[in-house]
């Protein structure tokens, strides 16, 4: 989907990913909570909370990639990626994650 949106801290709106659509419902400088959608059923799967980072501006194979958002990649769930069915609780981490000192 072209021309998302994004946020201060680089946080973009939404993403589509391995058949899912996520959609940003919550943000901060150090935390994002994303939905979780499965494209097909159009059902919600659950929410992921994570905290913010930012991918340095680096050059791979001679070409410059700026600066970007870093959506979290399977290893980094129980690191600094979190899941869950529960409304609530997702909330609950966004929370404990923008408290962080």
Known sequence: MGGAITFPNGCPTNVR???FLYELELW???ACMFS????K???LMGYEVFKAKLQKERVI??????????FPHNEAFGEWAWSYQNLL???KKFKS?????
């Open 61 to 70: 194979n001679g070409r410059a990639l700026p600066e970007r958002f870093h």
């Open 28 to 30: 901060h400088d150090k």
């Open 41 to 43: 059923s159009g059902r």
């Open 97 to 101: 994650l923008w408290d962080e000192q």
């Open 89 to 91: 609780k997702a909330i």
């Open 17 to 19: 990913r391995g058949g």
């Open 36 to 39: 979780k959608t499965d494209e």
